[in-house]
Nanobody
Framework: QEPLVESGGGVVQPGGSLRLSCVAS????????VNWYRQRPGAEREWLAY???????HYLSLLGGRFRVSRDNTKNAAYLQMNDLELEDTAIYYC????????WGQGTQVTVSS
C-alpha cells in the first residue's frame, strides 16, 4: 500500500465545497510537514499550502483564503478544506509529506463544473 492515499475528490458546482483527505500508512505522519499541491489541465504542478508539525500553516496567497489545511495526528491524516470552489480549481490534488523521507500521494481528481 502506498504511504499516502488521498480521497475526497469529485464533481462539484461552482461555489461548492470539498474536503480532501490524505491518510498515511506505514509512516508516522506527525513527523512530516504536509504540503498540498494541484495540477490543472495543461499546467505544471503548483504548491497550495502546508501544515507543519506544530500546526503552523501557510497558503498560496492567490487562494484568497478559500482553502484551509488541517491535520489529525491521532488519525495519521491531513486534510484540505476547499470552499467557494471555482471552475479554475479543477485539477488533480496531491498531498506531499516531507520529513525523514519524502512521499507523494497518487492524487485525487476535483472537477468544478456547472
Amino acid at each position: 500500500q502506498e504511504p499516502l492515499v488521498e480521497s475526497g475528490g469529485g464533481v462539484v458546482q461552482p461555489g461548492g465545497s470539498l474536503r480532501l483527505s490524505c491518510v498515511a500508512s506505514g509512516i508516522n505522519l506527525s513527523l512530516y510537514v504536509v504540503n498540498w499541491y494541484r495540477q490543472r489541465p495543461g499546467a505544471e504542478r503548483e504548491w497550495l499550502a502546508y501544515i507543519t508539525h506544530n500546526f503552523d500553516t501557510h497558503y498560496l496567497s492567490l487562494l484568497g483564503g478559500r482553502f484551509r489545511v488541517s491535520r489529525d495526528n491521532t488519525k495519521n491524516a491531513a486534510y484540505l478544506q476547499m470552499n467557494d470552489l471555482e471552475l479554475e480549481d479543477t485539477a488533480i490534488y496531491y498531498c506531499h509529506a516531507r520529513g525523514p523521507d519524502v512521499y507523494w500521494g497518487q492524487g485525487t481528481q476535483v472537477t468544478v463544473s456547472s
